[in-house]
C-alpha cells in the first residue's frame, strides 16, 4: 500500500514538473517573439527565428501556438502586462476637463516614450500581418474608450463637440506624439501643452 501511494505522488510530482516546464517553455517562446516584434518587427518574425531566440524547435513553438493568432495573443498579453496602459478610470475622477485631458494626454505620452520601439514597428507591419487584427483592434478600441472619458462632461455641442473629440483622438495617437517629440523636437511637456490648446482651440472656433 505503502509502495503504491509513494507511486502515485511521485506521479504527481511528474506531472506538475512537466507541467511546469512547459508552462516555462511557452513563456521563452512568448518572450522571444516579443523581443523579435520590437526590433526586427512582426512581419520580419519568423517561427524559425522565434524557435532559434528561444532555444527550441519550430515543433515545439507550433505545439504551444498552432496559429499566428494563439502566438500574437500570447504577444500582446505579455506586452501589456509589462507595460501597462494608462487607466482612463483614473481620468474620470478630474472634473476639470482641461486638467484630465493634460493628465491624460502626459499619461500616454509616457507610455508611448517607453514603447516606442514596439509601437513603431507593430504600428508599421499592422497592414502587412492578418494575425496582428485583434491585437490592434483591442488598442484602438483602447483609444476609443480614452477619448470617451477625457471628453465627458466637456461644455461643447453640436459641431464643437465634434471638433473637440476629433482634436481629442488626434492627439492621442501615436504618429501625432512622434510627430511633435521627434520630428519637431518637442518634449513631452511641450507636446502635451500644444495638444492641449489644439482642443481647446477646436472647441473655441466658430462653425
Same mark, same amino acid.
Given at each position: 500500500?505503502?509502495?503504491?501511494?509513494?507511486?502515485?505522488?511521485?506521479?504527481?510530482?511528474?506531472?506538475?514538473?512537466?507541467?511546469?516546464?512547459?508552462?516555462?517553455? &511557452?513563456?521563452?517562446?512568448?518572450?522571444?517573439?516579443?523581443?523579435?516584434?520590437?526590433?526586427?518587427?512582426?512581419?520580419?518574425?519568423?517561427?524559425?527565428?522565434?524557435?532559434?531566440?528561444?532555444?527550441?524547435?519550430? *515543433?515545439?513553438?507550433?505545439?504551444?501556438?498552432?496559429?499566428?493568432? %494563439?502566438?500574437?495573443?500570447?504577444?500582446?498579453?505579455?506586452?501589456?502586462?509589462?507595460?501597462?496602459?494608462?487607466?482612463?478610470?483614473?481620468?474620470?475622477?478630474?472634473?476639470?476637463?482641461?486638467?484630465?485631458?493634460?493628465?491624460?494626454?502626459?499619461?500616454?505620452?509616457?507610455?508611448?516614450?517607453?514603447?516606442?520601439?514596439?509601437?513603431?514597428?507593430?504600428?508599421? %507591419?499592422?497592414?502587412?500581418?492578418?494575425? $496582428? *487584427?485583434?491585437?490592434? *483592434?483591442?488598442?484602438?478600441?483602447?483609444?476609443?474608450?480614452?477619448?470617451?472619458?477625457?471628453?465627458?462632461?466637456?461644455?461643447?455641442?453640436?459641431?464643437?463637440?465634434?471638433?473637440?473629440? *476629433?482634436?481629442?483622438?488626434?492627439?492621442?495617437?501615436?504618429?501625432?506624439?512622434?510627430?511633435?517629440? &521627434?520630428?519637431?523636437?518637442?518634449?513631452?511637456? %511641450?507636446?502635451?501643452?500644444? $495638444?492641449?490648446? $489644439?482642443?481647446?482651440?477646436?472647441?473655441?472656433?466658430?462653425?
Amino acid at each position: 500500500m505503502a509502495t503504491e501511494q509513494t507511486k502515485r505522488t511521485e506521479r504527481r510530482y511528474r506531472k506538475r514538473l512537466r507541467a511546469e516546464q512547459e508552462q516555462r517553455t &511557452r513563456e521563452r517562446i512568448t518572450a522571444a517573439a516579443v523581443q523579435l516584434h520590437g526590433s526586427i518587427g512582426p512581419a520580419r518574425t519568423t517561427v524559425s527565428g522565434v524557435a532559434r531566440a528561444a532555444g527550441v524547435q519550430r *515543433a515545439t513553438v507550433y505545439r504551444h501556438f498552432p496559429t499566428d493568432a %494563439d502566438l500574437f495573443a500570447a504577444c500582446s498579453a505579455h506586452y501589456w502586462a509589462r507595460n501597462p496602459l494608462p487607466d482612463p478610470e483614473s481620468w474620470a475622477s478630474i472634473s476639470d476637463p482641461g486638467e484630465r485631458l493634460r493628465q491624460a494626454l502626459a499619461d500616454i505620452y509616457g507610455l508611448y516614450r517607453r514603447t516606442e520601439p514596439m509601437l513603431e514597428k507593430t504600428s508599421r %507591419d499592422a497592414a502587412l500581418v492578418e494575425a $496582428m *487584427a485583434a491585437p490592434a *483592434a483591442r488598442f484602438v478600441a483602447y483609444l476609443d474608450g480614452a477619448v470617451d472619458t477625457i471628453v465627458a462632461g466637456r461644455p461643447e455641442r453640436g459641431n464643437a463637440k465634434r471638433r473637440v473629440r *476629433a482634436a481629442v483622438a488626434h492627439a492621442i495617437s501615436f504618429p501625432s506624439w512622434q510627430s511633435l517629440v &521627434r520630428r519637431q523636437g518637442l518634449g513631452d511637456e %511641450d507636446a502635451v501643452a500644444v $495638444m492641449a490648446a $489644439m482642443v481647446e482651440a477646436a472647441g473655441a472656433a466658430k462653425p
